[in-house]
Structures are given as C-alpha cells and as structure tokens.
T-cell receptor
C-alpha cells in the first residue's frame, strides 16, 4: 500500500496521559498536514510541514500539542496531559506541492479520552 | 484571516437530480480551490481542483465552477445516485483549510 498510513487506528487513553500518533506520508510528498475532526464538523487544521520544517501551527492548539517531522519523512503528533475534549479523529494528509497539489489523507487515528 | 463557508450543513435530493453545493470564501484570493468527498469514519478523498484562471472543470458526472469575483465555487453532481451520499468539503489552495462540509443525501 503506497498511500498515507496512520498508526494506531484507535487509541483509548485515560485523562492526563500522553499519547503519540504516527503518520507515514506518500514517500515523495514534501508537504504533510495534521487535522483534528469531531463528529459533524470539517477537518480542523492543526499544523503543516514542508519537508522537515513546521511552517504553521494553528492558534487553536494549546502547548500540549506538538508535532515533528524529522528528516522530512514520517511525522508524529503528541498530545500531553490529554483532556476529554481532545477526543476526536486525528487525520494526516500529504501532498506534493507544485505537482497536482491534491492532498491524500490517511484513515485517521480515533482518540478517545476517558 | 480567511474564512470558508459551505452553504448548508445538509442537502437532500432525489436520485437522478443534480446536486449543487456552494463554497464561499472571504479575505483571501486562492490560486486554486479543491473539493473532497468524505464518507463516515474515513479520511477525505480528493475529487477536483480548479485554478483561478479556470471557469469550469468537469470529471465524469462532476462539475466545478470558480468565480473569483463572487469568491465562490459551485460543485455539481449530475444524475445523482444514492452512492453519491457523503459529505463534500472544499479547501483553499495549498493553505488546506476546509469548510465545515455539506452532507449530501441522495434518496432512491
């Protein structure tokens, strides 16, 4: 499978715990996005990378959220001290800017904070 | 900051009719606009991209228009089928901010 993959698909965690999600983009794609989506809403932009550089981070994100993309390949999204309001689907997408530009999404990681 | 609005949360139509979805934006002049389809529990899937110098683009039963004066894109599905039922999202160029989406239901 050469699409975008996300791991894990589902995560249940207790409030206050830290969680980390991984995204493997399509290999030649230089841009990588993270989104959060709750039921009935569109994907909410969190952050994006151009290669290994994090170019933008949503003001909606608290300091509990951090993302990395070492070496411009896979990316991780960490949420520290999770809260019940963090329960959502976390989506990753990648694109090759300047070559079509359309984004390809992974299946997402569904986080439930109990 | 830029804002994207999709005309309605839900649209119900009869099979065979044309569905028309609207995406409006403000405070921005995108170089292109994208439309995606999302089914429940899955990530969005790219459908069409239209650039600012293109008035209209077609793909099979899909048609997208882009009016940079009105700051609006229309997304049409002709001869709609129940399998077209999904949420449709628009996004502004590689800024990749999405609207809230319109949930389309095509009734047989």
């Amino acid at each position: 499978d050469t699409g975008v993959s996300q791991d894990p698909r589902h995560k249940i965690t207790k409030r206050g715990q830290n969680v980390t999600f991984r995204c493997d983009p399509i290999s030649e794609h230089n841009r990588l996005y993270w989104y959060r989506q709750t039921l009935g809403q569109g994907p909410e932009f969190l952050t994006y990378f151009q290669n290994e550089a994090q170019l933008e981070k949503s003001r909606l994100l608290s300091d509990r959220f951090s993302a990395e993309r070492p070496k411009g390949s896979f990316s991780t999204l960490e949420i520290q001290r999770t809260e019940q309001g963090d329960s959502a689907m976390y989506l990753c997408a990648s694109s090759l800017v300047g070559q079509g530009d359309e984004a390809f999404f992974g299946q997402g990681t569904r986080l439930t904070v109990v | 900051s830029q804002k994207i609005e999709q005309n309605s949360e839900a649209l119900n139509i009869q099979e065979g009719k044309t569905a028309t979805l609207t995406c409006n934006y403000t405070n921005y002049s995108p170089a292109y606009l994208q439309w995606y389809r999302q089914d429940p529990g899955r990530g969005p899937v790219f459908l069409l991209l239209i650039r600012e110098n293109e008035k209209e683009k077609r793909k099979e039963r899909l048609k997208v228009t882009f009016d940079t004066t009105l700051k609006q894109s229309l997304f049409h599905i002709t001869a709609s089928q129940p399998a077209d039922s999904a949420t449709y999202l628009c996004a502004l160029d590689n800024d990749m901010r999405f609207g809230a989406g319109t949930r389309l239901t095509v009734k047989p």
